[in-house]
């Protein structure tokens, strides 16, 4: 079954500290893997895309890698910022078609 | 700018009664999307329309109905089939076959049954 699973489930951290959020898939055939950040009431708005040949991919002070061989990603960010508090979702699509499998997303706080 | 507009952002729904979600882009794309949210769950997908005039059933789409007439609109109706509604409602649209662009979502509507 084509799943996608994220942990932890939610986060709560001090403003200026590193977090690491994990996703692991079984999706397969995989076609690439994207991470979401999704406001409070708002819709998610893309943050990376990650192809199977990519390692590691940073948008600012969000990296993601990739590991296709164990089927692990995960998104780190760097010196948190009370705007990161939001939901992160990771997002995996099956190869040779548009099917779309979401993970339920880590719920991340950051306080000061 | 470009984007894409959910209206309205609240809706409440008695017993029995049909009720429509808008969506609608600017952004020229020909594949929009309805989705799904609830607590602890991914998103799942309703309906799908690659093109005008044509709509796929997604993976929950009981109790919905959808229409594209224009390549900018996307309305979902919720009936009275659907047993429980109350959710928040995510439209997106891509350009079909591009990837790396990904989705663009609109900003939801939630709808609660009253």
């Known amino acids: 079954k084509n799943q996608v699973e994220q942990s932890p489930q939610s986060l709560i951290i001090l403003e200026g500290k590193n977090c690491t959020l994990q996703c692991n898939y079984t999706v397969s055939p995989f076609s690439n893997l994207r991470w979401y950040k999704q406001d409070t009431g708002r819709g998610p708005v893309s943050l990376t895309i990650?192809?199977?040949?990519?390692n590691t991919k940073s948008n600012g002070r969000y990296t993601a890698t990739l590991d296709a061989d164990t089927k692990q990603s995960s998104l780190h960010i760097t010196a948190s910022q009370l705007s990161d508090s939001a939901s992160y979702i990771c997002?995996?699509?099956?190869?040779?078609?548009?099917?779309?499998?979401f993970g339920t997303g880590t719920q991340l706080k950051v306080e000061l | 700018d470009g984007g894409i507009t959910q209206s309205p952002k609240y809706l409440f729904r008695k017993e029995g009664q049909n009720v429509t979600l808008s969506c609608e882009q600017n952004?020229?794309?020909?594949?929009m999307y309805w989705y799904r949210q609830d607590p602890g769950q991914g998103l799942r997908l309703i309906y799908y329309s690659q093109i005008v005039n044509d709509f796929q059933k997604g993976d929950i789409a009981e109790g919905y109905s959808v229409s594209r007439e224009k390549k900018e609109s996307f309305p979902l109706t919720v009936t009275s089939a659907q047993k429980n509604p109350t959710a928040f409602y995510l439209c997106a649209s891509s350009i079909p076959g591009q990837w790396v662009y990904g989705y663009t979502f609109g900003s939801g509507t939630r709808l609660t049954v009253v």
């Open positions: 997002v995996v699509r099956r190869g040779g078609g548009n099917k779309l499998t």
């Open positions: 990650m192809t199977f040949s990519e």
């Open positions: 952004l020229n794309h020909d594949a």
